[in-house]
């Protein structure tokens, strides 16, 4: 979500007070170009063919621009063409800031999927009505708002295939609600006025709004099959395949930290469930074939009264380190506040309030707080089994997830940023070894892959080279001794990830967004969309946050960062980094330091993602660019670490860029209608669908009716579906 809009829900939580290295006092080195990596960068596009990444490394391909295939034999695989496009073809879509969208000439595209959409025939969830004032209990049947990560998932009969174009689970992220286009939606007077209440139930809100709510957060999946004329998808209505699962759905905890006294409360003793997932951002795959969606900014909807003195120092800290001091609302949803004579289920709202009122954790949910922030795993294809919280992966605000290519009897490493301004990049290795057998198998596949193993976090130094240091409790200062945060155990690591990436030097990064890794080179992309707080007296520059705009503006535009893991191995603990692009106005000469022009040029880079071709498709959530275009869609053919030249920033910061920006590496390919942002994307197997989201359209402008029915006015978020006229291969005229 945006950060730069009003209203509270788009709060970006901002509380690492750790002193950790910024590097800012460190006068910057002259940095040496370095060597190539040993070994090449052979990793197969091959390996990612559509939807299931196989085999990893083999031999030096730079000088080849096709797909390496390096006799490596993709077990499932895509149906397209795998070769990478030598430069991009289509004319580039021109700055807009119009109401509709602008996508590349010859291509097609269409909105569906709109918030509201009924996923099965009943009188009790009727048609859309141009309006949010639908039954709310409704919207656990419908489309929920503001669709954001995603993943095309091939269906064959019951059954995952990674090769299937022609039917498909599309599974959908639903981030949050907009309230300021909530028509109805009420707050009600303040009670301060009225009755003298004060603290976190000064204003409160009618049941039937927190419920409507708190059901159009969450997931949809979906079955599509692909129209009668070849092009494009329809929904199959009714499908038993077709769920949501909401912020109240009940959700198993899984891993490390499962059972620990940091997760128990009223609802579970046991610390193994909670009811809800929140604020699913971007997305991510397994390598066996389910869906790994995330939990962001899920403070927004959780608040916290007068209770120091009942938790203590240590867990009052903590909470206040993901951003829940005492007597704070999280981002002003309140949902916690419907009066008690409204609650139709245990603890439906008061479940949001994190205030320690009872005897124990067992009597309040002083911790439920504690039970949103991971990574949690969805099996599309088993409508009736739960989504599992993997607290292996540490919690945090989980922009997205991106694993490394498989190789067999080689762990499985997942990639995760946490996007808060100043908070860090994070990598997990499985312990239990790759085999290609266990593709298909759900979500026993992911206990063994996701419950145990090491996660690590990023340190990036001003010489171009990066460090990965384990959370492992007992190691260094993870330990009961350390005096900021006595870590009591590998749970508390976990659960307190942040902590122990403040304890361990972790780099504060400009709001890690998406990741994606290269099927061409093996290298790790990430994008940092922005961070106001970089700035000399709040988090300082460093030679990957290199940008600090009118001296106390910080970064406003954004960049990407990449780098190559130590001898291309995934499970390495060092790694070289440049960063691949600044975006910037191309006519903003200082801080145009790839040489973007006006068909190339971006602010805020978002969501990111690489296609099994190796093309890399950038997203972006700007509001420091939006007078001149709204939010966007490139397409780009990147390079490697290590192509480009030093380059110093208007902040003096000395750095390295890549390859300077050309309209055949970097070229605008679609424009959104404006207020919206462009989020979510993913290409079916056979390549000639591209699905991407259009979030909040209007969020913050008035007059925009995009995604309305006919003759309304409510602007509506949905998934947009882009084809070629032609019904051939996206991209297809760069192949040629
Ligand atoms: Fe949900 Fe950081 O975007
Ligand atoms: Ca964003
Ligand atoms: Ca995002």
Redesign the pocket.
Known sequence: ?TQHNHFDHDFVEDSNTSKNPEFSQIVAKRMSRRTMLKGGTGLTAAAFFGTLPLVGCGSDNDNDNDVPSNGATPAVPATGDLKTPKQLNFTAVAHYTGNEMMVADGYNAEPILHVGTPLITSSDVPEWKDNRENVPESFQFRMGDNH?GMWFFGKNGNNYSAKASDNALLVINH?YTNQSLNPNITVLPDYVAQTGVTGIYAKTRPASNVRRECYAHGVSVVEMKRRANGIGYEMVKDSKFNKRYTSASEIKISGPAAGSDMLKTKYDSTGTKTRGINNQ??AGLSPWGTYLTTE??FINVFARGADKAIIGDKADYAMGRYGLKENGIGGGYLWHTPPKSDEKFMDEFARWNSTATGASALDDYRNAFNTFGYIVEIDPFKPNSNAVKRTALGRFAH?NCAYAPVEEGKPVVMYMGD?ARGEYIYKFVSDAKWSNVDIGGGLKAGDKYLDKGTLYVAVFKDDGTGEWKALTHGQGALTNANAKYAFADQADVLINARLAGDALGATKMDRP?WVSVSPVTGEVYVTLTNNSNRTPTKHGMNAANPRNYAGDKGNRNGHIIRWAEKNNDHTATSFNWDIYLFAAPNDLTAENLSGLNANNDLSSP?GLYFDPRGVLWIQT?DGAYTSRTNCMLLAALPGKVNDGKEVTTSAGIKTRVGMQANEQNIKRFFVGPKGCEVTGITLTPDFKTLFINIQHPGEDVDGVTWGAIAGGTTPRSATVMITKKDGGVILGESLK
């Open positions: 979500m954001d981030e951002c971007g962001e900014n922009e996007d967004e978002d959530d």
